[in-house]
Structure formats: structure tokens, C-alpha cells
């Protein structure tokens, strides 16, 4: 079912960041829902989403989280198909997510358990995203988001298989999503991927992965890989397994 996106003004969420301690409570428990039709937290994006599918967001917690968050970055990512980058980048639209349509999901994944003096932390962390490195990595709602985003511009004949090699261990998550000169350069982040799914060994251990990426980083200096063709550069990423191995 679609709904419209809403995202908060300037001045609530101003308000909202510097109440964070006083609100210690609502985050507990029932969350901002009785302010979800204030105006400064109902403005229209002017798009819609799937809110039945983002309501589907698995809560659970479980020792192995990469299971969880593969299954609900497919969910945000199908969800919220129609963010762009450009607005994917923009704070206002993932606090009223995290405080409102996914708060229950948001608190499950990051709040329960936490000591008190942990809380605030965790908080700003997760519910706010003030820098697009927050947002890319630790927001409950946006890091999902980009998981699908990723994969999706880097393989989207096969978004699915893709996402599940970017998020096989954090390790490699953070290797792959948080190095943004890659991943916004398709080609080469395309061909990595083709070699992750190839060859067992980049992905067998973490150590092979970082090994790995080490090499791409080491030789890919200077290499305009858009002036290259997809052979060559699948050339280059095989050259760079080569070289981590030894």
C-alpha cells in the first residue's frame, strides 16, 4: 500500500536533537507517534512508499545479526524505492522514519538492551544521521537503505545475490559500502563484486577480503577505470586476487 513521505522541519528536528536526554523515556517506550501530525513533523515529501512493507521490518535480535539486516535492507530498499541519492542524503526524512513509521524496529535493533548511561549515545547514533557518513553506516533506517542502494547500482540484474556478498560479515560491509570512491563508480565496483562471487577465496576469511581490497586500493591508484573496458578492468580486480594472495 503507498503512503506519502513525511520528513520534520528544520526547527523540529532542531528541538528533537536537544531533547534527547529528556526524552530517555519515550524512546523506551512508546515512542513520538502522538506527534506525528504536528506540523513540523507532517511535511510531504511529495513521493510515496510502501509503508505496508516497511511495517514487515524484522525485529528480532539474534546473535548473528547479518541474517537480519540482509532481510531488512531488501525491505527499506523495495520499501523506499523511489528516494533518490540526492534525497537518501537528507537527515530529516530518516529522523521522522526512525521516530515514527519504524520507531518499534529501530528501538528493537538498537536500544534494547542499553544501560541508561549508554542511552543518549545510542541515540544520536542511530535515530539522527547529521553527516552522510552517519547516514551511509549508522542510522536504524538509511545504513539500510544504502545496503540496497549499493547493490543495486553495482549488480541490478542480480540485486539480491550482490547484497548478500556485501553483507556476508561487517567486516566486508565496511570495506565495500563505506569506501564511496568505489561504490560510486560502478564499473569497478561491479567487476569486484564478479570476483567476490568467482572466487571463494576474497570472501572465504575476512582477512583475504581486506588483503583483497588493500590490493584494488595499492594498484588502483590513478586508474581511470571509466576510460576502460569491462574486460579490462575484470583484468585488473583478477590481478588484484593475485596479489593479495601472495
Not at 535480535?61 to 537528507?90: C, F, Q
Not at 567476490?196 to 572465504?204: A, G, K, L, N, V
Request: with cysteine.
Amino acid at each position: 500500500m503507498a503512503a506519502q513521505l513525511k520528513y520534520l522541519s528544520d526547527r523540529a528536528l532542531a528541538h528533537l536533537r536537544g531533547e534527547i536526554r529528556n526524552n530517555a523515556a519515550r524512546y523506551q517506550t512508546d515512542g513520538f507517534r502522538d506527534l506525528a501530525d504536528d506540523p513540523g513533523w507532517d511535511v510531504g515529501l511529495g513521493i510515496e512508499y510502501d509503508d505496508e512493507r516497511l511495517a514487515r521490518l524484522d525485529m528480532s535480535t539474534p546473535r548473528m545479526i547479518a541474517p537480519i539486516d540482509l532481510a531488512n535492507s531488501k525491505i527499506v530498499g523495495k520499501s523506499l524505492d523511489r528516494l533518490t541519492p540526492t534525497l537518501a542524503n537528507e537527515e530529516r526524512i530518516w529522523v521522522r522514519l526512525s521516530h515514527v513509521e519504524a520507531f518499534d524496529y529501530a528501538r528493537a535493533r538498537w536500544l534494547i538492551p542499553a544501560n541508561d548511561g549508554d542511552l543518549p549515545d545510542l541515540i544520536e547514533k542511530h535515530f539522527f544521521a547529521s553527516t552522510q557518513t552517519g547516514i551511509r553506516d549508522d542510522h536504524a533506517l538509511s545504513r539500510l537503505w544504502w545496503n540496497y542502494e549499493v547493490a543495486k547500482t553495482c549488480a541490478p540484474d542480480n540485486i539480491d545475490s550482490a547484497l548478500e556478498l556485501i553483507l556476508k560479515t561487517a567486516d566486508i560491509r565496511s570495506n565495500f559500502v563505506e569506501r564511496i570512491w568505489m561504490t560510486s563508480r560502478r564499473s569497478i565496483a561491479s567487476a569486484v563484486l564478479k570476483a567476490m562471487q568467482s572466487d571463494p577465496w576474497i570472501t572465504d576469511v575476512e582477512q583475504n577480503f581486506r588483503e583483497f581490497m588493500k590490493s584494488v586500493n595499492k594498484l588502483g591508484g590513478g586508474i581511470v577505470f571509466e576510460a576502460l573496458t569491462e574486460s579490462e578492468i575484470d583484468a585488473f580486480v583478477q590481478e588484484c586476487a593475485s596479489h593479495a594472495r601472495q
